[in-house]
């Protein structure tokens, strides 16, 4: 027989621990959820600042330097939409969910 450690000691109530652990879990989740979840605008923000730099480093730079930078994130655009299409996302949720994750990132770089 195995016999179980609880942090609140021998006479734990192991039904009462699973419970709390898997509200523990859930609101761990909903962070995370909440941490990741990014809104169309602020993908259209991130959008935009990759047009800004890639301009910018095409012209401060060399034009190739911008083409890159801008098929960079075509590329990422491109892979998240197969993933979301192999994930089972259809027309414009694909499209829409695979641009919010290559672009999304703006949410940790506006204010």
């Known amino acids: 027989m195995v016999v179980q450690q609880w942090p609140e000691g021998p006479r734990a109530d192991p039904d009462a621990a699973r419970e709390r ?11 995370l ?4 979840r990014v809104e169309l ?4 923000v991130g959008l935009a600042l990759v047009l800004v730099v890639s301009a ?6 060399s034009p190739k330097a911008g083409a ?8 990422l655009f491109v892979v998240a939409l197969v993933v979301a299409r192999l994930a089972g996302r ?4 694909a ?12 949410n940790w770089v506006t204010p």
């Not at 959820?33 to 990741?36: A, K, N, T």
């Not at 605008?41 to 259209?44: E, I, R, S, T, Y």
């Not at 910018?56 to 730079?61: H, P, R, S």
């Open 21 to 31: 652990y898997d509200a523990e879990i859930r609101a761990s989740r909903g962070a």
């Open 33 to 36: 959820r909440d941490l990741f």
């Open 41 to 44: 605008p602020v993908a259209h």
């Open 56 to 61: 910018v480093v095409g012209v401060a730079l």
């Open 68 to 75: 890159i930078i801008a098929g960079a994130f075509a590329g």
């Open 90 to 93: 259809r027309g414009w949720s």
């Open 95 to 106: 499209v829409r969910t695979a641009y919010k994750f290559a672009f999304g990132w703006a």
